[in-house]
């Protein structure tokens, strides 16, 4: 029987890289030898039992590799074939897949909430050597040869939902944007604001190096909430308000504010993943009658999506290199995990290579 290293979830605080049985690949499935994969912060949920997994569950939800194996089934691949795969791996043939809702996949019925996500949630996922990936037909896509596994590696995740929240906002040419947390998912939303076409994008965050980051990645104004009236400033900003407001933090009070900054029949975004209760105070949605959107958005996957983010890498409009600022082998996770769960040595992404 073959083997392979893995990230193991062993209980609440208790990550091992272990040696555990090598997946084969079966009908409609492919095994990818993992070149390159991440830490996202989901995964320190997990980690610190704030999400519940399974026990025994491999972690991990961000794969870069190449085809080891392909089940019956499944075509247009060739062993060797280099892919990335989204941390959203949809069915493509239920309900929910076939009216554009791949992340709400219903894996072959209808509708399931959070459905799409599987990798390192609900099936063994990405941080060791050798990975199943499940409807390999939706889900394998192909790397062009011109890009580099750090290169892609971003957009299995925090790309695409950052991005997402740009998107699902509707953002149009000439808006004013404001993005509340300037971590991995909100420098990517702030990226993506850019990208949609953003006369002026305002990146909130507190920690100098993000807010770097921030005018790196598209900023045209950062704002520290430590040191102002983020709110007030960004009214002042904005000649009254933005007209979209993106929240990537989940919490009451970014959720509250990101309300707030926003001009009458304004759209608010919400990335965050919250928890307790979320509530809108009335003033500030204008008792409920001032045209407002919220939107929410869960990461999306599958191989089309993959192709399109993988194109703007190619041609240039987006580098998230700069993010993945530092690098391991798979034996010293527990390690890297601990540095990124700290937010230790400026660290904003780690590579993992196993
Ligand atoms: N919608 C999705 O599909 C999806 C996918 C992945 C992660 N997420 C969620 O997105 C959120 C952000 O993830 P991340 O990995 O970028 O988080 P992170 O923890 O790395 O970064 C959070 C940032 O928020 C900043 N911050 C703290 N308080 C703030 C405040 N009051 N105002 C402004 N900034 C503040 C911190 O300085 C930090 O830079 C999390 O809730 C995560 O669970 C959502
Ligand atoms: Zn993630
Ligand atoms: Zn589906």
Not at 144 to 166: K, N
């Amino acid at each position: 029987m073959k083997h392979m290293k893995a990230t193991v979830f062993h209980g609440k605080n208790e990550i091992r890289v272990d040696e555990v049985e090598r997946p084969r690949a079966g009908v409609g499935e492919a095994v990818i030898r993992v070149t390159l994969t991440t830490i996202c912060g989901t995964d320190l949920h997990i980690l610190r039992g704030e999400y519940p997994v399974r026990e025994g569950l491999i972690i991990g939800h961000e794969p870069v590799g190449v085809i080891e194996e392909l089940g019956q089934g499944v075509s247009g691949y060739q062993i060797g074939n280099r892919v990335l795969v989204g941390a959203i791996t949809p069915c493509g043939q239920c309900a929910a897949c076939l009216t554009g809702h791949l992340s709400q996949c219903g894996q072959g019925k209808s509708y399931e909430a959070l459905g799409g996500w599987r990798l390192g949630n609900t099936i063994n996922g990405a941080q060791a050597e050798y990975l199943l990936v499940p409807n390999a037909q939706a889900n394998l896509a192909k790397i062009p040869d011109a890009l580099t596994d750090e290169q892609v590696v971003l957009l299995a995740d925090i790309a695409s939902t950052g991005f997402s929240g740009a998107e699902s906002a509707g953002i149009k040419i000439g808006d004013a944007v404001v993005v509340f947390a300037q971590g991995p998912i909100g420098l990517c939303a702030t990226a993506g604001a850019k990208l949609m076409g953003a006369a002026l994008v305002i990146g909130v965050d507190g920690d100098e190096n993000r807010l770097r980051m921030s005018r790196r990645m598209g900023a045209d104004v950062v704002l520290d909430y430590r040191e102002c009236d983020v709110v007030g400033e960004v009214r002042k900003l904005t000649g009254g308000g933005a007209d979209v407001a993106i929240e990537a933090l989940g919490t009451q009070q970014t959720f509250e504010q990101a309300l707030r900054s926003l001009r009458p029949a304004g759209t608010l975004s919400s990335l965050g993943v919250y928890s307790g209760k979320l509530q809108i105070p009335y003033d500030a949605f204008a008792a409920g009658i001032g045209d407002h959107r919220i939107v929410t958005t869960l990461c999306p996957g599958g191989k089309e999506r993959m192709r399109r983010l993988m194109e703007m890498a190619r041609t240039g409009r987006v580098d998230l290199t700069p993010l993945l600022t530092h690098t391991f082998s798979l034996d010293e996770i527990p390690e890297a995990y601990d540095l990124f769960g700290a937010r230790r040595d400026g660290v904003l992404k780690v590579a993992i290579k196993p």
